[in-house]
Every structure is written in structure tokens, then in C-alpha cells.
């Protein structure tokens, strides 16, 4: 969205909640620049212990997919059963497999 | 284009219960009515600083003002996920702004009451948070995915706000005989308007229909108004203070506290302009505003100053 706005650049928003797993987005901020962008997300997105690491990224950087190519890009690939483990038939009697 | 295949296809997603993302089709409608209702909404936190802020200074203990400068801090970070969550559907932040200082834009009219004691600040917390709790815990399931994800992370914030504001009636009504009629008067003040922030009655609610079956709003004003009441009577009734209501009574039948007619010309009046504090609430906004200018015009020219310096490097 290219509308003016005099309120800063907008950012998107990652948490990690914890060690050890995956940054999950929280939400956006307004900021001019990248260290006001996390200045600004660590104010507003973790003021009770809600991470342990943040990242911000210029929302004009993030390329997304288009809901109306959801249907070709996230088709089940019914027709692949053979990416799934149950597929395959297995000797009786084998163990830890 | 609004096909009627696009609206068919809408509406199986909105009756499916899955939520609407900020690039998906949506009818004009929809985008219009999420706008006007995120955007009030935000408006509604960032205005009600404002009779909260007026006691910083004047909170009775240490305690008590960490308390208020937190809890205030809350309700800019609602106002600010909330802005974020209408800027999703193609309004900028400028905009909003401007919405709310030409007065196209609105927001909730109890925050044009003033905070005349400490007690009000006690009655804020308990009816005022405690009826936009009812509000929002039902707007967690609301179709636009945005808006939902909001109200979730706003909800998991307002518990503290209610419940510091009912430890401050109750401290009041356990106190001396002038505080226990301080939080009684407190009471009396904000109690229909509380009721009020519901808004109409659903027969005469002129944005209901649509929201409802786009499940923008999941329950009626009346329903989550009745909630609301048949939780704060007991509370009432715990710490000794009497809702200023001689209509109110338990109704066993419908399991429900029937309650008397609320003042609708008063709110009438307050939604068009003329409550109590409803013009110096505005300018306090405009002028914070437009005090600001500078502190934006050097933060853009310190990001320009620098992608200069990235260039050069
Ligand atoms: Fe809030
Ligand atoms: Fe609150």
C-alpha cells in the first residue's frame, strides 16, 4: 500500500517466544528507522516477557503469495502418496522403523 | 467486481468460521464497516488515556501510580494494534488520524465523562475496561483475521486493568465512611454510561444487520450488555456499593437481572458532540499532534541522513 503517510515506514513484527523455537509474527510497527522499528516493537509487543528475540522486517520487503494461486501452490498432491511414510509396506515383524 | 459468485464464495468462508485475510476479496461493504469499527475502536484506546493520564500525578501512592503509568501504557499498545489492524485493509495511519481530528471518525463516548475523583479512576477500570472486555472477548472470534488476532493479544492484557480498578472500589468502599460514598458517587456516575458503550438496542442498532452475518460482530449489543451486567452485580454486592438501578432485579425465570431503561437522549447527545468533555478530549489529541510535528520531521530526516550514509559507503 503506497498511501501517504507521515507516521514512519511500516515494519512487520517477530517474536520468538522462547529459546529454541521458530520467530512467529505478532504484528506491525510505524518507525523511521531500523533501530526506532525494534525500539518500537520491543515497547509495544513485549512488556510482559512475551520473547526472547525480535526481528523486524520493512513490510514492502516481504513477498507474499496471492490467495487467488493458493489452489495450484498448496494443492494436497493427493496424487504423491509416496511422500508419506504410510506408503510403504513393510516386512512383518520389523522394529524401529 | 462483486460478482455473485464472489459473494457466494465470501460467504462460505465467513460461514465456515474461517477468517478473512487482508488480501483475499472482500465486498466493499465489509472493508467499509471494518474500517469505521477497527478505526473507532482504536480511537476509543488512544482518547481514553486521556481521564486516566489526568491522575498520574495525583495517584494516592506509589503503588498505585506504577499501576496507572502501566496500565495506560496498555491502552496506547491497544490503540497502536489496532491502527496496524485497519491499516491491513488499505487506510494509512495518516488518514486515521485525520478521520478522528475532522470528526468524521469516532470514538467511544464514555471517555468524553471526566475523572473527577479517585474513585472514577477505580470505576473506570472495573465497569469502563470491564465492559470492553465483554466486548472484545466476543470480537476474538470476529471473521477479519487482523481484527481477531488484535482483540486475542488486547484480551490477554485487559484482565489487570478490570481488576485493578475494582481492588481500588474495594479498597474505597472498605475505607472510611467519605471514601465509601466517594466510590458510591464514583459508581452512580459510570454506570449508565457503561451500559451505554454497548450501544442501541438491537431493534433500533442502524450497523448491526450486515455485521452480523458477515460475523464482524459475533453477539448483539443487548446480549453482551446483559453479560456484562450479570457479572458486575455480584461484584457490586461483594464489596458492599449499590448499583443505581431501582429496576434491577433478578429475574429467575430467564436466569437474568432485568434492569430499568437507559437514558438514550443522553447518549444521543455525547455521540453528537455534546457531552462533558467531548470538544477538550479533541484538542488535547490535535495538539499533542500537532506538537509532534517536529519530533516526525526529524525522525525522517535522520532515516534519510543515513540511507544517504548506506549509499556513500
Ligand atoms: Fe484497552
Ligand atoms: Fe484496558
Redesign the interface.
Same mark, same amino acid.
Given at each position: /500500500?503506497s498511501?501517504?503517510?507521515?507516521?514512519?515506514q %511500516?515494519w512487520e513484527v517477530f517474536i520468538q517466544a522462547n529459546p529454541g523455537i521458530p520467530h512467529k509474527h505478532a504484528?506491525?510497527?510505524?518507525a523511521?528507522?531500523k533501530e /526506532?522499528a525494534l525500539q518500537n516493537a520491543r515497547d %509495544?509487543y513485549t512488556?510482559?516477557s512475551e520473547g526472547t528475540s525480535i526481528w523486524v522486517v520493512p513490510s514492502a520487503a516481504i513477498v !507474499?503469495s !496471492?490467495?487467488e494461486d493458493s489452489g495450484m501452490l498448496f494443492d494436497p498432491s493427493n496424487d504423491k502418496p509416496y511422500r508419506h511414510p504410510t506408503f510403504y509396506v513393510m516386512p512383518e515383524g520389523a522394529k524401529n522403523i | 467486481m462483486e460478482s455473485t459468485n464472489n459473494l457466494e464464495k465470501f460467504q462460505t468462508i465467513i460461514d465456515a468460521d474461517t477468517k478473512i485475510e487482508p488480501k483475499d476479496w472482500m465486498p466493499e461493504d465489509y472493508r467499509k464497516h471494518l474500517i469505521r469499527q477497527i478505526s473507532q475502536h482504536a480511537h476509543s484506546e488512544v482518547i481514553g488515556m486521556q481521564p486516566e493520564g489526568n491522575w498520574i500525578t495525583r495517584a494516592p501512592s506509589l503503588r498505585a501510580k506504577l499501576i496507572l503509568l502501566a496500565k495506560i501504557q496498555d491502552e496506547a499498545g491497544h490503540g497502536l494494534y489496532l491502527y496496524s489492524a485497519c491499516e491491513t485493509l488499505g487506510i494509512s495511519r495518516e488518514e486515521l488520524i485525520d478521520q478522528l481530528h475532522t470528526g468524521k471518525a469516532k470514538y467511544s463516548s464514555i471517555f468524553n465523562y471526566a475523572a473527577i475523583t479517585w474513585a472514577d479512576i477505580g470505576a473506570i477500570g472495573w465497569l469502563v475496561d470491564g465492559a470492553a472486555i465483554v466486548n472484545q472477548i466476543s470480537l476474538q472470534r470476529t471473521s477479519y483475521g487482523p481484527y481477531s488476532r488484535a482483540m486475542i493479544r488486547i484480551c490477554k492484557e485487559e484482565s489487570f486493568h478490570q481488576r485493578q480498578g475494582y481492588e481500588i472500589m474495594g479498597k474505597l468502599a472498605l475505607g472510611t465512611p467519605e471514601q465509601k460514598e466517594m466510590a458510591q458517587d464514583a459508581l452512580n456516575r459510570w454506570w449508565w454510561p457503561s451500559l451505554m458503550m454497548f450501544g442501541p438496542h438491537d431493534s433500533d442498532s442502524p450497523h448491526s444487520g450486515k455485521a452480523m452475518t458477515w460475523r464482524i460482530k459475533r453477539e448483539s449489543n443487548d446480549v453482551l450488555r446483559q453479560r456484562f451486567i450479570d457479572k458486575t452485580v455480584q461484584q457490586a454486592e461483594v464489596i458492599g456499593l449499590k448499583i443505581p438501578d431501582d429496576k434491577l432485579k433478578w429475574n429467575e425465570a430467564k436466569g437474568v437481572y432485568e434492569h430499568g431503561e437507559i437514558n438514550w437522549e443522553e447518549f444521543n447527545q455525547v455521540i453528537n458532540g455534546n457531552g462533558p468533555l467531548n470538544k477538550i478530549r479533541l484538542a488535547n489529541h490535535i495538539s499533542a499532534h500537532e506538537n509532534g510535528a517536529w519530533v516526525r520531521e526529524a525522525a525522517n530526516a535522520y532515516a534519510a541522513k543515513q540511507k544517504k550514509e548506506v549509499l556513500v559507503a
Open positions: /500500500m498511501t501517504k503517510d507521515s507516521q514512519g %511500516l504484528g506491525s510497527v510505524h523511521t528507522d /526506532m %509495544l512488556r510482559r !507474499a !496471492a490467495p | -
